[in-house]
C-alpha cells in the first residue's frame, strides 16, 4: 500500500508539475497501452510500476492489474489538473527529497562503475586479511559496563577468586537481556572492536583479561573460554564479501572527499 501511494504521489506531483508550467517531462517511446484524454499509459510506466514492488518480469494478470491502477491514478491527475488543485509546501519538499535520493543514489552507483574494484584488489585485501586474522578463532565470553569503574569492580571480584561464570550470570540478571554480552562465540580478530585483539592474542583459554578493555561501546571484562586454529575460506569463497567491504570503504571516502571539496556553511 505503501509503494502504490508512493506512486500515485509521483504521478499526481508530475501532473502538477506540468500544469504549473515547470519542465519536468521525461521522455517515453516505449509503446502506449492506454490512453485517457490523451494522456498515455506505456509499457514502460507498468514496467516501473512492478519495479518499485519487487517484481521484474510481471505476468499479463499483473500488467492488467497495474494497467488498472495507473488508469485510476491518470483519471485523479487530470481532474487535479481540471480543479487546479497544487501541491503543499511540505508535499513539494518532499517530492525534492525523493529525487535527491534516488539521484544521489545514481551517483554512487555510477562511481562505482567508473572506479571498479579490480581483481588485484580483491586478493590484495584477501592476503591482508588472512594475515591478521592468522587462522585464529577465539571462543569469547565479556561483560561490558558504561563506566570503567564498574568494570574495575567486576575485576577486583575476579582477582577476590569469583569464579567468571558465576559472575557472568550475575551480570545478566542485574543486566537484563542484552545482545552481544556474556557468550558472544567464536569469532576472528576482524569480528570484534580492535581494542580486543591484544587481549586476545595474550590470554590463555579460561582466563581473563587483568585490566578493562576500553571500546567505542563502553569498558569490558574480556575471558577467553578458547581458541582455535581454523582453515581460513578461499579466495572464491571470500570474493564478494570483500568486493562488498572494498566498495563500502570506497564510498565512504568518496563521501569524505566531496565534503571536503564542497563549501559548506551552518547557519548558527
Not at 499483473?62 to 497544487?86: M, R
Not at 569469547?140 to 558504561?146: A, D, E, G, Q, S
Request: glycine fraction near 4%; charge should be negative.
Amino acid at each position: 500500500m505503501r509503494i502504490l501511494l508512493f506512486i500515485s504521489f509521483f504521478v499526481l506531483i508530475s501532473a502538477c508539475q506540468q500544469h504549473n508550467g515547470a519542465d519536468n517531462t521525461v521522455v517515453d517511446n516505449s509503446r502506449t497501452l492506454v490512453t485517457i484524454d490523451d494522456q498515455p499509459i506505456t509499457e514502460q510506466m507498468v514496467r516501473v510500476f512492478w519495479l518499485n514492488q519487487g517484481v521484474d518480469q510481471p505476468n499479463e494478470t499483473q500488467i492488467s492489474e497495474a494497467i488498472k491502477q495507473l488508469t485510476e491514478q491518470q483519471l485523479l491527475v487530470n481532474y487535479a489538473k481540471k480543479q487546479g488543485i497544487t501541491l503543499s509546501l511540505e508535499q513539494t519538499i518532499g517530492y525534492q527529497q525523493i529525487k535527491q535520493k534516488a539521484l544521489a543514489q545514481q551517483a554512487l552507483q555510477q562511481y562505482l562503475i567508473d572506479n571498479p574494484i579490480t581483481e588485484a584488489d580483491m586478493k590484495a585485501e584477501y592476503e591482508r586479511v588472512i594475515k591478521e586474522v592468522k587462522d585464529q578463532q577465539f571462543h569469547v565470553r565479556h561483560l561490558l559496563f558504561k563506566d570503567e569503574i564498574d568494570a574495575l569492580a567486576a575485576l577486583d571480584e575476579l582477582a577476590a577468586g569469583t569464579d567468571y561464570a558465576k559472575l557472568e550470570q550475575a551480570y545478566l540478571q542485574s543486566h537484563g537481556q542484552m545482545s552481544n554480552v556474556g557468550d558472544i562465540g567464536w569469532v576472528n580478530i576482524k569480528q570484534v572492536p580492535e581494542s580486543f585483539a591484544t587481549p586476545l592474542q595474550e590470554l590463555q583459554p579460561g582466563h581473563y583479561y587483568q585490566q578493562p578493555v576500553i571500546s567505542q561501546f563502553g569498558a569490558h571484562v574480556v575471558y577467553l573460554e578458547d581458541q582455535r586454529t581454523v582453515a581460513p575460506p578461499t579466495f572464491e569463497e571470500a570474493k564478494e564479501g570483500i568486493k562488498r567491504s572494498l566498495q563500502e570503504r570506497q564510498i565512504s571516502r568518496f563521501k569524505q572527499l566531496l565534503e571536503f571539496k564542497a563549501d559548506i556553511n551552518t547557519t548558527p
